[in-house]
């Protein structure tokens, strides 16, 4: 027959890894009877021992390192000693440590209740109900990268440039042990880091004329990822040759740049013969040091001139001659090089970016906290910040609810900003805003109350009332009216109405009052 317990206590023995806790009970029913056969007679019990139970727990947890909690619990779960049943009590879905960050690879502890079934009994024969049983299970869930996948990323400091039609063939180089290591440090490796560069070998001068140098590099994983290789530390070493190379040598590119930056593409002009004086006044005053000692001469030559809206240009092509005694250009050749000059009469509709910048701002203002990254990045997708002007990349960096927002702001052929350069380049709008998920789900609301209220064991109207106004509090929420009908035979009907505090919302985003109504045994 059915043994009615009534439970009025409890004596728990806690303990960390490798202990448990017996849940007895103190008051037992005098409508206990033992099972019986068809016959009359008492049947035995098969009797299972506390400590195999524990034992058996503790020697699954042990077994092997898990992927994940669940992984662990199934394992434990599934291989159960015959006659009992395992459930997990205490497992969260989110492994964290003291500081909040996700544990990838550490012992975690899970609680385990063991009970049994009909035909079983402890051996202890004071002992009813549930065990608790605590373990610790080692939880490693990093993913594996290959050493050879990560070698290749230093693979284009040192591969072979193709000819081109700048370049003749050859091998990359630095110009200084210096440019070097930086060029390593800033190689970009996502999984991980890049900790330190050494030389393998010391060294024998201190210029290096085309000599390749070789380098170890330590470079450590991030926490989600290890080595292949077993290795117990994080850091794996690379080692890789790199070609120096502290010949003078000239940059074509630089000087290119540095011309159509100050004439060209950052300047506007207002006639062809401004424009030529520019030029002109370039060579006079440049800042680099092989125009200003003559070993780099500029030949102007004037092209066409074409008449268009917004923009009328005037083409000009420099002839960019190197003094072969002293200088060479980086592609290993002395040969001339030309530059294709376009100078622009600027016609452009102006645009003032700190009109921009106010309408972004007040958006950001207006809507104060945003839910999601998503909220925010549609909001300024969606907003109208003048002609020409569009939003490209967002990046947002939260810490603590606190967004930092940089905007990519793109400017059209046909407008410029109010700079003095007078250019339509694109510029980064940094905004602080609050990025904080405020919305609440009224379906994990009422099921964590039901649950709350019918773990507790309730005598009268008052008692329900009294619990709940005192001991039931969540976050952004209120509980404005209790209403209670029914009685503990007939089961309680209690029902509650839900208002939110001033910044929180519904999961569809409503903020009206709610109300629940569940039954509490």
Known sequence: MKKLLSIFGATSLVATSGTFVLRNNNNINLNYENKEDVSGKTLEKNTISIMSVSSKIHELAKSKTFKSIEDAENEIINNKLEGTQIKTKDSDSVISDSDGNDIINDYVSISFEASLLDDYQWDNDWTEGVVEITTAVKIDNREVKEPLEVSKIFDSLYTEVPATDDKVAHKRYFYDLHKAIVEILNTNFQDGEIINVKLKDPLKDSTFINEE?????????????????????????????????????????????????????????????????????????????????????????????????????????????????????????????????????????????????????????????????????????????????????????????????????????????????????????????????????????????????????????????????????????????????????????????????????????????????????
């Open 213 to 521: 140098v070789s380098f170890v590099v330590e470079v450590m994983l991030k926490k989600k990822w290890k080595w292949n290789n077993n290795l117990p530390s994080s850091i794996n070493t690379f080692e890789f040759k790199l070609k120096v190379d502290q010949r003078t040598e000239v940059q074509f590119e630089n000087i290119k740049e540095d011309i159509l930056s100050k004439i060209s593409n950052s300047k506007k002009y207002y006639s062809e013969s401004e424009a030529i004086d520019a030029i002109n006044n370039y060579k006079n005053t440049s800042e680099i040091e092989q125009i200003k000692n003559g070993d780099i001469e500029l030949e102007i030559q004037e092209k066409s001139y074409s008449q268009d809206y917004p923009l009328s240009t005037k083409e000009f092509e420099i002839v960019v001659k190197l003094n072969s005694e002293k200088i060479k250009w980086s592609d290993e050749t002395i040969s001339d090089k030309k530059i294709d000059l376009s100078t622009t009469i600027d016609t452009r509709q102006v645009v003032k970016k700190q009109e921009v910048e106010k309408i972004l701002q007040n958006i950001v203002n207006d809507q104060n906290q945003f839910n999601t990254e998503g909220d925010l990045i549609n909001v300024l997708n969606n907003t109208t910040i003048g002609d020409g002007v569009n939003i490209g990349k967002i990046e947002i960096n939260i810490i603590n609810n606190e967004a930092n927002v940089d905007i990519q702001i793109l400017m059209d052929s046909k407008h410029r900003w109010d700079d003095e350069d007078d250019n339509n380049k694109d510029w980064t709008l940094n905004l602080k805003t609050k990025i904080e998920d405020t919305r609440i789900d009224l379906s994990s609301v009422k099921q964590k109350i039901n649950e709350e209220l019918n773990s507790q064991n309730f005598n009268s109207q008052d008692e329900i009332k009294n619990y709940i106004a005192n001991s039931l509090k969540y976050t952004g929420l209120k509980i404005s009216d209790i209403s209670i009908e029914g009685d503990k035979e007939s089961q309680w009907l209690v029902s509650l109405k839900l208002v939110l505090d001033l910044k929180y919302t519904w999961i569809d985003l409503s903020k009206d009052e709610k109300e629940i109504l569940m039954v509490v045994s």
